[in-house]
């Protein structure tokens, strides 16, 4: 497949892929040469995204005359910036696309730089199918502090976490020779229940757990509450699975062993309002009767 890529791409630029170069200006011939080269080099290297400093790694060039070079392709449309220093390269199908964008996965995992990472809360549910609707936010939980912000129309939100925190991560891989790192089923739901609102409430939440109740370990539910120590998601993960009867008495019984006196809402999100119920010291400020109607999704 890169193969017939890099054809096309060279066709584009004025390149014979085998052979003499076309003749043309000596300087446009270098340029375009150079530009051949370094997108052959990302699809070699199954790189779609990358920054400035990968193209100057990929044809040996200074990072100013990269820059110049990417420059030059933007213009003719074969790569499109996402922000300074950050391009994509435009599939040849499309034509010259400045306005493509790419996977908002893996630019999710450019933005964090360095820093440890996972794609999480309601993203991870996508990722999961675990949710019925389209998401268009990326939630990205990250040992770095990093502003939120909107790239070609899609929201990038960052969740602070501490490095203890960062457990229960696995492998998505977006293409053949890509991947990007998300919460495991299990995690997803426990942070979920930690944070409804960043998933679209505690109903949402309950929903993706119906969902893929067949292939949820119960077992691991209770290891990463107790690893995370969240008294609201103890609560929370007690109500849930007592509601949908998939765990066992003694299981149930080690959730409520280690809740305190103190009551909290099941959602945080919504008022604090509606009954109480001791089993789990929880607020009920959602009917019963909605997180059922889940089990008719």
């Known amino acids: 497949m890169y193969k017939n890529y890099n054809s096309a791409y060279a066709s584009c630029l004025g390149v014979c892929l085998v052979g003499q170069p076309l003749r043309t200006n000596h300087n446009l011939k270098t340029a375009r040469s150079r530009t051949a080269n370094l997108i052959m080099a990302l699809y070699d290297s199954g790189k779609t995204m990358f920054t400035t400093a990968e193209a100057a790694q990929l044809t040996g060039l200074t990072i100013p005359l990269a820059s110049s070079l990417l420059h030059k392709a933007e213009r003719r449309g074969l790569v499109s910036r996402l922000k300074r220093g950050l391009f994509v390269l435009v599939p040849p199908e499309l034509g010259s696309s400045a ?23 309601a993203t991870a549910m996508e990722l999961h199918r675990m949710v019925t609707q389209p998401q268009f936010t990326i939630f990205i939980s990250c040992t770095k502090r990093i502003p939120n912000q909107t ?29 990007v790192e998300i919460s495991d089923l299990e995690r997803t739901i426990i942070d979920g229940l930690r944070h409804p609102e960043l998933c679209g409430g ?25 690893r995370l120590n969240v008294g609201s998601v103890r609560r929370r993960l007690g109500y849930l699975l007592d509601l949908f009867e998939i765990a066992t008495d003694e299981q149930l019984q080690s959730l409520r062993s280690s809740l305190t006196a103190t009551y909290l809402p099941l959602d945080p999100s919504l008022p604090s309002e509606g009954p109480h119920i001791a089993k789990w010291r929880l607020q009920l400020n959602i009917p019963r009767e909605e997180l059922l109607a889940a089990r008719s999704t």
């Open 99 to 121: 306005d493509y964008s790419g996977n908002p996965y893996l630019i999710a995992r450019y933005l964090v730089g360095q820093a440890s990472y996972f794609l999480s809360h």
């Open 151 to 179: 790239l070609r129309g899609t929201q990038f939100r960052f969740v602070l976490l501490q490095t203890k925190d960062f457990f229960a991560i696995v492998k998505h891989w977006v293409t053949k020779q890509e991947h």
């Open 202 to 226: 505690i109903s949402e939440v309950a929903k993706g757990l119906w969902m893929r109740r067949a292939d949820i370990h119960v077992s691991k539910l209770l290891e990463y509450s107790a």
